[in-house]
């Protein structure tokens, strides 16, 4: 039941990412890519700035979105 939880955080990560930075989502699979690979660079992320955004789900979320917007924000810079 774990790993179905993480893929849905994931894809939801995902996809709230795609609103914020491009106003769409990256289709289901996109999505979870985008939200796990996020959740990784937003905990990299805030453990290098010693910010915790909490525990439980809500708080990996939050830290799976911002990786999610950072990853999307350094694609974009490539891409250009």
Avoid: P, R, Y
Avoid at 35 to 60: K, P, Y
């Amino acid at each position: 039941m774990n790993l179905v939880w993480f893929l849905v955080m994931g894809a939801l990560a995902g996809w709230i990412a795609g609103k914020i930075t491009k106003g769409g989502g990256f289709g289901v699979v996109g999505n979870i890519v985008v939200g796990v690979i996020g959740a990784v660079v937003g905990g990299w992320a805030f453990g290098a700035l010693g910010i915790s955004a909490g525990g439980g789900l809500i708080g990996s979320l939050v830290t799976a979105v911002a990786g999610a917007v950072i990853l999307l924000f350094i694609v974009g810079l490539i891409k250009k």
